[in-house]
């Protein structure tokens, strides 16, 4: 029975590595052909338009190339945990994170309850920044203008 149990954590390791492998060499790829479509055309005259494309186009492009990155960043941290066999176990309460979130998204770290929960606590905090910076403006134009309606 041990040396099934062996053979089969051998089998999901080897299948696991290879999916995360897979899953990096195809992000890499595509900051690669990102990185090469940016374009190289400094000191070309344009129009305030053509040039306003231009910055668009480019900020897009490095928008999506931060992106992959970090994507092979949490990759990259999946094949730590891996190697270390605290892989599919949530970092936050240390339970199985479920075979199908793995399956969708397989450098996740958080079982699907523990994400939930940063999430909200993330949008909780961003809510409560924008309520004081709304809150500041608010006092700031209330003593400019001296409080009139």
């Given amino acids: 029975m041990a040396q099934k149990k062996r053979s089969v954590d051998r089998e999901r390791y080897r299948v696991l590595k290879e999916m995360l492998g897979d899953r990096r060499r195809e992000v890499q790829e595509k900051?690669?052909?990102l990185r090469?479509?940016?374009?190289?055309?400094a000191g070309v005259?344009?129009?305030?338009?053509?040039?306003s494309v231009d910055d668009f186009v480019t900020e897009v492009d490095m928008a999506?190339?931060?992106?992959k990155s970090e994507t092979l960043s949490r990759i990259d941290q999946a094949i730590a945990r891996l190697?270390?066999?605290?892989y599919g176990l949530c970092q936050e309460c240390d339970e199985e994170i479920s075979a199908r979130r793995l399956k969708a998204l397989p450098f996740a770290a958080l079982c699907r309850t523990c994400q939930e929960d940063t999430e909200t606590t993330v949008r909780a905090e961003r809510e409560a920044r924008?309520?004081?910076r709304l809150q500041k403006e608010l006092v700031h134009v209330t003593l400019?203008?001296?409080?009139?309606r």
């Fill in 130 to 132: 924008a309520f004081a």
């Fill in 45 to 51: 005259v344009r129009d305030a338009e053509e040039q």
């Fill in 83 to 86: 190697e270390n066999g605290t």
């Fill in 36 to 41: 090469e479509t940016l374009p190289v055309e």
């Fill in 64 to 67: 999506l190339m931060q992106m």
């Fill in 31 to 33: 900051l690669r052909s």
């Fill in 144 to 148: 400019r203008t001296g409080g009139r």
